[in-house]
């Protein structure tokens, strides 16, 4: 085995990647501008999986993990640009939080797009089945979303 192929200076930088989700965000001549993405580091999932994880009030001491709150800040990690990170860029929302922006500013179905592709970013899944979790988190109640 060449070790050489896995010294810092040969690997690869994180996968890019850009994702349309809505025509609700244009450019001014009325473009979709699209999301950039980029994967995430074991090391900074696993700071978030370690944040989303609460207390169990019940008397265990086992932590309850907060499920919906790592999706969304997962996916946000993931995001490059727009930064959810910007002051104004919240405050035109009316929020504070880079996972808090994304919960106001994304349609259901926007954020389950978005969230597939930073899925997809970090090596999780597929192209291929980046759609099939596009086409599941879209479904609301038993009936398909309108995009």
Known sequence: MDLQA??????????????IL?????????????????????DENSRI??????QNHNGTDAPV????????????ACVVSPDLKNQSLQQ?????????LIG??????????LFAAAREVCGFISGSEAETV?????????RETVN
């Open 104 to 113: 106001v500013m994304l349609t259901a179905g926007e954020f389950a797009k």
């Open 6 to 19: 896995f010294l810092r200076p040969e690997v690869l930088p994180a996968r890019e990647m850009e994702v």
């Open 22 to 42: 809505s025509e609700r965000f244009c450019d001014q001549d009325g473009n979709p501008v699209p999301f950039k993405l980029k994967g995430i580091s074991e």
């Open 65 to 76: 993990f907060d499920r919906e709150n790592y999706l969304r800040a997962f996916t946000a």
């Open 49 to 54: 999986r370690r944040s989303c994880q609460r």
């Open 134 to 142: 596009k086409n599941t988190l879209k479904k609301d109640c038993g």
């Open 92 to 100: 035109s929302w009316g929020v504070m939080g880079a996972e808090a």
